[in-house]
């Protein structure tokens, strides 16, 4: 227990996260056990240990940050060093990687049942369903997700600049207003061009090739996010990584499921559990036409995030792409986002009408007032003609 105190202090004390991300004010810390979901990379080690630090001293044995990558937790379950930590006092057990521990809901409901004064956080994989998949934790767990930079995050970090979020239905009505607040202290265009690069993932701030230590990221989403949660066989793995890239090399559209089921060597129904686990593991979107949902086939498949086009396949990537990609993963977060009927159209909360379109190419296009357009190219806009960009300030 002594070593993972020592740990423990020397970890927060040398915790210094770059932004506080807006979760930390959504989540109700009263719950006796909250669980931290999230794709790996996004900062949720960090996110545990900055909780600790804004709570308690370095050195108050009350809190306690482990990581089940321990081997020490290979021959001792949690609910039983649960038990040690708190009749030693323990109050908060910080558990990262929750899911390394075999019988970790199990775990977890034994900590509850057994000590009514401790309070576990734990972070997990973006794969994990927490209740529905471990129904022993029906009623206890509160499940948050932890996401990647928003472009109102990153231009925060790198410009130094505070501006707060906004909400969707803010962004609609007084973009004019918004955008005369932010332009005079930043030029969002020149942000966004590093976004779409490298912001969305926080080890961009790392001394290391960024592309590199991405694509060591998006392996290790498919070999231990999915294979070891899902409990897929080794020699799948290949066909799940090759159907992966097939997805990015051909850009956002609906998939060909039958061709893909023949060029990886499999079912249909298996490519469709496979692109279901991609799109958990956060590494693709699947957007389907108003009123379908899984499994039916996809309307449209793309990236989760731009940063992934340019690590995966950077020889070919086109900027309608890239923008689209950006919209859905900015609106994903609090919104519904379906196919429209129409090229470069989405339905938001199945009500709105959104066109990502080129501002410079607007000659070329037909206005409709039912509609709105999500410029890029721009850093301003008029009426039902927003700023692109300005979505990135959704959270």
Known sequence: ???????????????????RRMLMDEINWDERMIGIKGTRGVGKTTFLLQYAK???????????????NNFYFQGRGIADF???????????????????????????RLCYEKYPQLKIIFTGSSVMHLKEENPELNGIVKSYNLRGFSLREYINLVAGTNFRPYTLDEVLRDHEHITRHILPEVSPGKYLKE??????????????????????????MTEVDILLIKQIELKYLTKIKKLFYQLAVDGPKAPNISQLAIDI??????????????????????IYPVGQEFPKKPGKIMMHNPNLIYAI???????QDVMETFFVNSMWKDHKINQSNKDNCYTVDENKEF?????TGNAKIRMNPDTIYARYNTEIGKGNQIPLWLLGFLY
């Open 313 to 319: 396949y950077p020889i070919r990537v086109e900027e």
């Open 355 to 359: 066109r990502i379109c080129d501002a």
């Open 265 to 286: 060597e499999t079912s249909r129904a298996t490519v469709m559990n496979y692109i279901k686990y991609l799109a958990e593991a956060r590494l693709i979107n699947i």
């Open 54 to 68: 804004e709570n308690f001293a370095p050195n108050d044995r009350k809190c306690l940050y482990v990581n089940m």
């Open 195 to 220: 976004y779409l690069h490298h912001g969305f993932y926080p080890f961009f701030l790392e001394h290391r090739n960024f592309s590199e230590n991405l694509l060591k990221t998006m392996n290790m």
């Open 82 to 108: 649960a038990g040690e930590f708190y009749k030693n006092g323990g109050n908060v057990l910080l558990i990262d990687q929750i899911f390394k521990e075999p019988n970790w809901s199990k775990e977890l």
């Open 1 to 19: 227990m002594e070593a993972f105190f020592r740990t423990h202090t020397y970890l927060v004390e040398h915790t210094n996260a770059p932004v």
